[in-house]
């Protein structure tokens, strides 16, 4: 799937199946910036992908989401939402 170079968080992404996700979250892992994506209407939907030449690379391994998943930032992810639905 193309996207824009650069995703920011709280940006929304429509993937090729329709499905809407905003970003919750970035991590930098060995020089690779990863994304956490958050389905906008089922939150128990969640993706970590990065970007390579303009194409999101979802992935797919369950092991390696786990490891990745450590490395956001929790309080970070919830002081966001926290003040998107606050308002």
């Known amino acids: 799937m ?3 170079m650069q995703l920011e968080v709280m940006d929304v992404i429509q993937l090729e199946d329709n499905r809407k996700y905003i970003v919750a979250n970035t991590s930098l892992v060995n020089n690779i910036k990863y994304y956490l994506l958050i389905n ?3 939150e128990t939907d969640m993706i970590i992908g990065y970007i ?3 194409e999101l ?3 797919d391994d ?3 989401c ?3 998943f450590l490395t956001f930032d929790p ?3 919830i002081n966001k939402f926290k003040n998107l639905f606050s308002n």
Do not use: M
Request: glycine share 0%; proline share 5%.
């Open 40 to 42: 906008v209407e089922l």
């Open 52 to 54: 390579d030449k303009k």
């Open 62 to 64: 369950p092991k390696e």
């Open 2 to 4: 193309w996207i824009q």
């Open 75 to 77: 309080n970070k992810i």
């Open 57 to 59: 690379v979802v992935v």
């Open 66 to 68: 786990s490891k990745l």
